[in-house]
């Protein structure tokens, strides 16, 4: 079993958990902008709720945060949105400023693509050097609030993939822009390197458990960016570990 992880921006609006590698050090440290520099692979997830509590919009981002180690941060996103009409696998880019305090606290302001506040938290790995292994952010635009997890993006993205790798996922089932359910999914993904994946998966959705096998194909592209069908036209943006 490989046990590089994969993560996944579903059409059925699956978003799935960072597994824990590693016991973490969040705050606490000697941290400033610099420590946040470089590319970041993030998944972002956002909802949109009535006073009442009821779900009206959804927004399920995959993609990158790129830190200049003093105060700009682009991030470049494949988003899932679901609001007043349905959009899928588009293309988002949002452009601000960030600041990190020394207990490894701080801000992103986004400016350009959206305006939106997030609160972030840096943090490291045992053993790790001064550059953060990762982050969370929790935040909201005039639409959504947010919340993300980061981890850095390797120095060289493989150019295939290849083997099993373990993914899970939380999705919600839609009719129009209404939330009529959520869903649980937990599986295998086995790549065979040339182009050709299957998957198998369990999944729960309103207490009723399904197995659903299925066979598809996928491509690896640049920025440890690939993309993966299934021939339930459910697809998946993947970036590769």
């Not at 606490?28 to 610099?34: A, H, I, L, M, R």
């Not at 993904?189 to 197995?211: E, I, M, P, Y």
Request: charged content about 5%.
């Amino acid at each position: 079993m490989n046990g590089r992880s994969i993560t996944l921006l579903v059409t059925l609006f699956g978003l799935p958990a960072i597994p824990v590698l590693a016991q973490t050090t969040i705050g606490g440290g000697t941290c400033s902008s610099g420590t946040l520099t470089g590319t970041y692979e993030l998944l972002l997830s956002g909802r949109q709720l009535t006073s009442s509590g009821a779900v009206t919009g959804i927004f399920q981002g995959v993609g990158t945060a790129t830190f200049d180690g003093l105060n700009k941060v682009t991030l470049s996103l494949t988003a899932n949105t679901v609001a007043a009409a349905q959009s899928f696998g588009t293309p988002v880019t949002y452009g601000g400023t960030y600041s990190l305090q020394s207990n490894c606290l701080g801000t992103i302001a986004i400016t350009s693509g959206d305006t939106a506040t997030f609160t972030l938290e840096a943090y490291t790995q045992p053993g790790s050097a001064t550059t953060a292994s990762g982050f969370a952010v929790v935040g909201s635009d005039a639409s959504y609030a947010y919340n993300g997890t980061a981890n850095a993006q390797p120095a060289t993205c493989p150019t295939t993939i290849t083997g099993a790798h373990e993914f899970n996922a939380t999705g919600s089932a839609l009719s129009g822009a209404s939330v009529t359910s959520t869903l649980d999914v937990a599986g295998i993904l086995q790549f065979d390197g040339a182009g050709q994946h299957n998957a198998n998966w369990t999944q729960v959705s309103n207490l009723t458990t399904t197995q659903v096998t299925a066979t598809g194909t996928y491509t690896v592209g640049s920025g440890c960016l690939a993309s993966a069908t299934l021939p339930t036209s459910r697809t998946t943006n993947i970036p590769s570990p």
